[in-house]
């Protein structure tokens, strides 16, 4: 699924705090780095989006998210049972997921490696701190990391 058959890498980015999806998308913007950002405002419009259901039924199912920033408190379905749902599906299973909260509680730490998070990223308040933890997972996850084959 991490194919999406186009130039510019994909983001997924999972929030309903809109002053948070405008700096993580004013963030991703600044980093310098080629990327285009889909964004969910709920868990069940993420798993719509990845499942090529609902409103997103015509989406190309090839043409998925490189990763998946992941809020954790979600309206409808929450952060938690979407990774769930990834992990549990053949092919998401392996689409990396980066759970990216401003959730303190360490229970919420555990249940998300728990059920799969590749990564656990507190937001940072400050928004140039925010926007260099944005650049560095961007780049972490778009360039450096190697992804598994298409057939995995």
């Known amino acids: 699924m991490a194919s999406t058959g186009r ?5 997924l980015l999972v929030e309903d705090n809109p002053d948070d999806v405008d700096l993580t998308l004013r963030a991703l913007d600044r980093s310098g780095l080629d990327v285009e950002t889909v964004v969910a405002r709920d868990g069940v419009e993420a798993l ?3 499942f090529t259901a609902g409103q997103h039924a015509g ?27 990834l ?9 990396p997921v980066v759970v990216l909260t401003s959730s303190r509680e360490e229970r919420d730490l555990d249940t998300s490696y728990s059920l799969g998070a590749n990564s ?10 925010f926007r260099q933890v944005v650049g560095q997972l ?3 996850w778009l360039t450096l990391n190697e992804a598994p084959p298409a057939s995995a």
């Open 87 to 95: 992990r549990a599906d053949e092919r998401t299973r392996l689409l």
């Open 138 to 140: 961007g780049a972490y």
């Open 120 to 129: 656990y990223i507190r937001k940072p308040v400050d928004f140039d701190r």
């Open 59 to 85: 989406r190309d199912p090839d043409a998925g998210p490189s990763v998946v920033l992941l809020d954790l408190k979600l309206p409808r379905v929450d952060g938690f049972e979407v990774l769930a749902r």
């Open 48 to 50: 719509d989006y990845l």
């Open 7 to 11: 130039d510019r890498a994909l983001i």
